[in-house]
């Protein structure tokens, strides 16, 4: 029996476990039928490819999506997700018993207080930054907690040099949103690399993500998030976009940068 084979017969399913079956086997392979995580998603698995590593460490895990993903990709490791949210912790900790998936701790931990020197060989931390001011000092703590040689993967939104595809007027709710939550520095791909180099890092790869592909098929997701019909009918196209902005090599105007990078 192959890894997406199911455990029953299409044929002997009924219509609502045929169902059931189809959407468990999809989100397998896509853990988020969000779009925007599920282009952080496609990029991440692309890197982990080319990953060897023993303990790892989501900086600021949130309700866990890529941690999970990341554990699952790498039994033999261990993965430890940390996050200010105690909420966001407690659903993490019930879906690992949910799950069973047994290579995850998580814990409630502010990162601008992280001391863990030395402690971890690669540390991931996506679309949190732009979260948390004064977060050069954040970090630097990540630094301090890599061993040497360690990695670090670093994807976050870089909405100043941001140019929509559609009117912005039409991710109203989005700016709002984002005006409130994303009160941490944001760093075009030169300023970041600057700014890790001069910590200690060196740089692997940089890049802008969310080009114009990208920002097609995020922006399609979110103009459709309350008309489901619409948005269900788009996802091929959508999903099929967020797989083409790997494949470019976006500059200027993108909505995001990923790096990747070394102690």
């Known amino acids: 029996m192959g890894p997406f084979s199911p455990a029953i017969s299409f044929a002997d399913a009924s219509h609502e476990e045929m169902l059931s079956l189809i959407k468990k086997r999809f989100y397998e392979f896509i853990p988020s039928a969000h779009a925007g995580a599920y282009i952080r998603l496609l990029y991440l698995r692309f890197f982990l490819k080319k990953l060897s590593f023993r303990k790892g460490l989501d900086a600021g895990c949130g309700p866990g999506l890529y941690t999970f993903f990341v554990a699952e990709q790498f039994p033999e490791a261990h993965v430890t997700g940390y996050d200010i949210s105690l909420s966001d912790i407690n659903i993490c900790n019930q879906n690992k018993i949910r799950r069973k998936i047994d290579n995850v701790t998580f814990k409630p931990v502010d990162l601008s207080k992280l001391s863990e020197p030395e402690n971890y060989d690669f540390i991931f931390s996506i679309d949190v930054m732009e979260h948390i001011r004064g977060n050069l000092l954040v970090f630097k703590n990540i630094y301090d907690a890599l061993k040497p040689g360690g990695i670090f993967y670093l994807a976050m939104p870089y909405e100043p040099g941001h140019r929509y595809l559609l009117p912005r007027k039409y991710f109203s709710n989005y700016l709002s949103w984002a005006k409130r939550e994303h009160v941490g520095e944001q760093y075009s791909l030169h300023a970041i690399a600057d700014t890790l180099n001069g910590l200690g890092f060196s740089l692997i790869d940089a890049r802008y993500t969310f080009g114009f592909w990208g920002k097609l098929s995020w922006e399609l997701d979110m103009l459709t998030e309350n008309y489901r019909t619409i948005q269900r009918a788009l996802k091929p ?22 790096v990747i990078t070394r102690k």
């Open 237 to 258: 196209f959508i999903f099929a976009g967020g797989y083409l902005d790997t494949l470019w090599r976006n500059g200027p105007g993108s909505f995001a940068i990923r």
